[in-house]
């Protein structure tokens, strides 16, 4: 079965700009301060912090961000998101009720966008793969939900939960799906930040389901 490929699905434009630009915000940024924002652990010269389904350290004030089970580099996107979350979050706590994308600041603008490179994207590679899926999620900190035929919230970082629904065809709709974040998700990472980071988790959950 061929499974849906979406374009650039974890490309910023002018990648390049947007990593210095994400560690110059980082290092001008208090340590102490975004490790009691986002609830990652300190350790060493830094902090170590959960990705999906990696374990990453982050030093500072240099900005590297590494897989600690590897000593490899992350890719860029995962760094930017990584330093992002970091230098721009605003703390806060989580909170009991979720919202869709066009309830983010701005969401309504670029909810199209979206919708075409991450919830058409879960839906084009999971809808007919549920059991796929599953085996993927449970490689993730995750709670599962009641919502359509399968629906998990993941721990993408301590502060940046993703919920995922899928709905499978039937003999009277296509297959659908959604994306859900916390009730305080804007307090912690720009609304640009959560297509890039949906995007991701959807792209690493069909690398961890389907391996080459």
Known sequence: MEIYDPKSATSFYNMDETVRVAVERFQNSDLDQMIENCGFTKCDDGFDVHFIQRDLHVS???GNVIDKSTGAKVDDTCKVLVLHHAAYSKGGGLVDNMISYKELPSGEIYIKPFTNRCVKALVGIFASNLDALKGAVDQTIHREERHGDYSVTIQVMPKV??????????????????????????????TEDYTQISAYLVSSLKRIAFPK
Do not use: R
Request: hydrophobic residues 35%.
């Open 161 to 190: 939960p993703i919920t995922l629904i899928v709905y499978e065809e039937d003999d009277e709709f296509p297959a659908d799906g959604n994306i859900l974040f916390n009730g305080n998700a804007a307090n912690h990472l720009h």
């Open 60 to 62: 500072y004030p240099e």
